[in-house]
């Protein structure tokens, strides 16, 4: 291999480098869609206990008078309108196959005006699009999978959306997203035998709706009878 070709391969792979991140995103399981921000600004973890406020007894199991409740995390992640940067990446990647710089322009030219005809004739813009599909997670309760940089989320909610626009913010949009964790569990249906052939059906039998009872005095007795 010449010296160009060896500039050439530590140049891909210092770049491929460069651009290897934390898998960011959510993952939305009803459509298989996978929504990456362009950018992740903050990401606030939260996971709380429930103490009991009541005396415990010495050498009980302290984890019997405490629960895990459903972990949170706010994210604020921003997407803008401007083209992807991956095909510009692209582009640079291959520059082993185009040799000549002519060529390289034409590249990059042709991917530029395709992310700007893509944006103007669609009429949805990268951010509303991802705006929107965090609407529809939203609105109709989805639960999914957050990935973060440092731990991955199942069975998340949205519990709030909170966007603004202004005159800095209009071709792009920064989301702050409050999620919340489902805790799932699983029941199971058992079917107990009839109470006429258990050994002890006062202790072993289903319980029976008795409706509706109330008190009643309870009759005089003769305390001194008492034995």
Wanted: proline share 6%.
């Amino acid at each position: 291999m010449s010296v160009l070709g060896y500039i050439e391969s530590g140049a891909q792979l210092g770049l491929q480098l460069l651009t290897i991140k934390p898998k960011r995103g959510f993952l939305d399981p009803t459509d298989g869609t996978f929504t990456v921000p362009d950018a992740t600004l903050e990401e606030v973890h939260n996971d709380e206990l429930e103490v009991t406020e009541h005396p415990v007894e010495q050498g009980t199991v302290i984890a019997d008078h405490a629960f895990v409740r459903p972990a949170e995390v706010i994210i604020t992640a921003a997407w803008s309108n401007s083209p992807n940067q991956t095909s510009i990446l692209g582009a640079l990647g291959g520059f082993a196959a185009a040799q000549s710089g002519a060529a390289r322009a034409l590249v990059g030219a042709v991917e530029l005006a395709s992310g700007v005809m893509n944006m103007l004739g669609s009429g949805w813009t990268p951010s509303k699009k991802a705006y929107m599909k965090l609407v529809d997670m939203y609105h109709n309760r989805y639960l999914f999978t957050i990935y973060t940089g440092k731990r991955q989320y199942r069975n998340m909610i949205i519990k709030s959306l909170s966007a603004t626009t202004n005159a800095e913010t209009e071709n792009s949009v920064i989301v702050r997203i409050a999620c919340r964790q489902i805790l799932m569990v699983q029941t199971q249906t058992v079917t107990v035998p009839d109470s006429s052939v258990m050994s002890n059906p006062a202790s072993t039998a289903s319980p029976e709706d008795a409706g509706t009872t109330s008190p009643v005095p309870a009759p005089n007795i003769n305390v001194t009878a008492i034995p």
